[in-house]
């Protein structure tokens, strides 16, 4: 079982537009007698608006390929597109413009800066683009903060804030730039159940909302059943 896509996926796959693509990927990690092959000819597509889960024991490859597909990390062979660039190979700067522009995260932690307030964490991927105004960053990220259900929350501290409002602040955070492709790893793997559905349900509507693409590794198989496909990993390839 490859790729189990939902029946209304397979009817508007024709109307879809692959934004995030891979093939080929290799990766090893380590090295001498130590080293190990992780990812094995990875090929991947991802469409605009729709939601992958990965799913797979751990230590199979999932958040390496993720680290990958994020240009956090390089491949030691194959191919990675977004928005028709192929980046896998391309110079530091240009990966760190694709990853600012085009690519949110949101992994299990959330990782807020702890004395910074809710908005100013929501603000920092644009800061760091310095595309907009500061009026209008704050302006934007009050709005990313409303939508997640904390419009009256921004100026608390994340210690002011639940664990599930501490990852709601990094949903948001992740889609300040307006991304074309949000990447989550384990992002409800740290939450309770209510707030794991809260979490998910969130990011799942913004994204449709916005039409962004989203790669989900988890091992909530509620969570992945919900997604539009799920792929299946095991020892560095998919089934």
Known sequence: MSQLIKSESLSLSSE?????SCSGLQRYLGSGGGRVHVLHGVALEVEFGQVNAIVGPSGCGKSTLLYLLGLLDRPDGGEIWINGKEVATASDEVRTAVRC??????????????????????????????????????????????SVGLGEKTHRLPSQLSGGEQQRVAIARSLMNSPSIILADEPTGNLDV???????????????????????????????????????????SFL
């Open 16 to 20: 879809r537009e692959v934004v995030l």
């Open 194 to 236: 209510t707030n794991s559905n809260l979490v998910f349900d969130l990011l799942m509507h913004l994204a449709k909302e916005k039409g962004q693409a989203v790669v989900l590794v988890t091992h909530n198989s509620d969570i992945a059943d919900r997604c539009d496909r799920i792929l299946q990993m095991r020892d560095g």
């Open 101 to 146: 522009t085009e690519i949110g995260f949101v992994f299990q932690f959330h990782f807020l800066l702890p004395e910074f307030s809710a908005i100013e964490n929501v603000m920092l991927p644009a800061r760091k683009l310095g595309r907009l105004l500061p009026e209008e960053m704050r302006e934007t990220a009050h709005e990313l903060l409303k």
